[in-house]
């Protein structure tokens, strides 16, 4: 059994895997040894990755390293895919290890992957597992959040993931309250964006496989015109390859 941990910048995501398969996973606010130690149970866990988008509490690392085999995830970590962007080092773990997920489930082929969570990421790796990097914009949240706070009169707007808003938007352009108006001009605004952007790499690259995935990403399915795939947990599937990959590397 293996521990994979992803602390992102809203939330911590602990998953178990047994080779392959993922057997559990949960989402907590505020990652703790004492949140590690009733997730895990009586499980025997041989090995974790542990990575984080921010500085990581000592006790957690430390509790980690005295019970189990570890590996911090880190710009040096060994990849199973070729790394070409050009600052590793500020590259986001999510990022690499969607696409690492990516190749695992399209061998050979050229992947788009589009994250769409706190910030949409747009990740492309070619057909020679050679991860080129790709873009960044603002999530659901952040757009209405800026919205509110650089104005002094329009009001905060949140969307649940469980919304039918975007899932049924079918080019409304006229808002017709304010509320409604900042719904229509964000949801406008990130379909326009994930349909230019697929058709933009679609041209330059043949064969290209899109893969959608992160807390908004159902939201947002049914608007766009070329062909998905829809995966959940990508990014835990993506470190947990990682994490058998350096295991593999370090067999004698």
Same mark, same amino acid.
């Given at each position: 059994?293996?521990?994979?941990?992803?602390?992102?910048?809203?939330?911590?995501?602990?998953?178990?895997?047994?080779?392959?398969?993922?057997?559990?996973? &949960?989402?907590?606010?505020?990652?703790?040894?004492?949140?590690?130690?009733?997730?895990?149970?009586?499980?025997?866990?041989? &090995?974790?990755?542990?990575?984080?988008?921010?500085?990581?509490?000592?006790?957690?690392?430390?509790?980690?390293?005295?019970?189990?085999?570890?590996?911090?995830?880190?710009?040096?970590?060994?990849?199973?895919?070729?790394?070409?962007?050009?600052?590793?080092?500020?590259?986001?773990?999510?990022?690499?290890?969607?696409?690492?997920?990516?190749?695992?489930?399209?061998?050979?082929?050229?992947?788009?992957?589009?994250?769409?969570?706190?910030?949409?990421?747009?990740?492309?790796?070619?057909? &020679?597992?050679?991860?080129?990097?790709?873009?960044?914009?603002?999530?659901?949240?952040?757009?209405?959040?800026?919205?509110?706070?650089?104005?002094?009169?329009?009001?905060?707007?949140?969307?649940?993931?469980?919304?039918?808003?975007?899932?049924?938007?079918?080019?409304?352009?006229?808002?017709?309250?304010?509320?409604?108006?900042?719904? @229509?001009?964000?949801?406008?605004?990130?379909?326009?964006?994930?349909?230019?952007?697929?058709?933009?790499?679609?041209?330059?690259?043949?064969?290209?496989?899109?893969?959608?995935?992160?807390?908004?990403?159902?939201?947002?399915?049914?608007?766009?015109?070329?062909?998905?795939?829809?995966?959940?947990?990508?990014?835990? @599937?993506?470190?947990?390859?990682?994490?058998?990959?350096?295991?593999?590397? &370090?067999?004698?």
């Amino acid at each position: 059994m293996k521990l994979v941990i992803d602390i992102g910048n809203s939330k911590a995501k602990l998953a178990l895997f047994d080779s392959t398969a993922l057997v559990s996973r &949960r989402s907590i606010t505020k990652l703790s040894v004492a949140g590690i130690k009733k997730f895990v149970g009586k499980k025997k866990v041989e &090995r974790v990755l542990l990575a984080s988008v921010k500085e990581i509490n000592s006790s957690i690392v430390s509790y980690l390293k005295n019970n189990y085999h570890v590996i911090i995830f880190s710009s040096k970590t060994d990849l199973p895919v070729k790394n070409k962007y050009k600052t590793p080092a500020t590259l986001g773990y999510d990022r690499i290890a969607s696409v690492v997920a990516a190749v695992n489930i399209y061998p050979g082929t050229n992947a788009l992957v589009i994250d769409m969570g706190s910030c949409i990421t747009y990740n492309f790796i070619n057909s &020679r597992k050679e991860y080129l990097g790709g873009s960044i914009s603002p999530g659901l949240d952040m757009r209405f959040k800026a919205m509110h706070n650089f104005t002094d009169k329009l009001p905060l707007v949140k969307i649940s993931p469980g919304s039918h808003k975007a899932r049924t938007f079918a080019g409304k352009i006229i808002g017709s309250s304010t509320k409604e108006s900042m719904e @229509q001009g964000v949801l406008a605004g990130i379909i326009g964006e994930l349909n230019s952007v697929i058709g933009q790499y679609g041209k330059k690259y043949k064969g290209l496989k899109v893969i959608i995935t992160g807390g908004d990403a159902a939201l947002f399915e049914s608007n766009i015109k070329s062909k998905i795939f829809a995966v959940p947990n990508l990014v835990l @599937q993506g470190l947990n390859i990682i994490l058998d990959h350096n295991a593999i590397k &370090r067999k004698p």
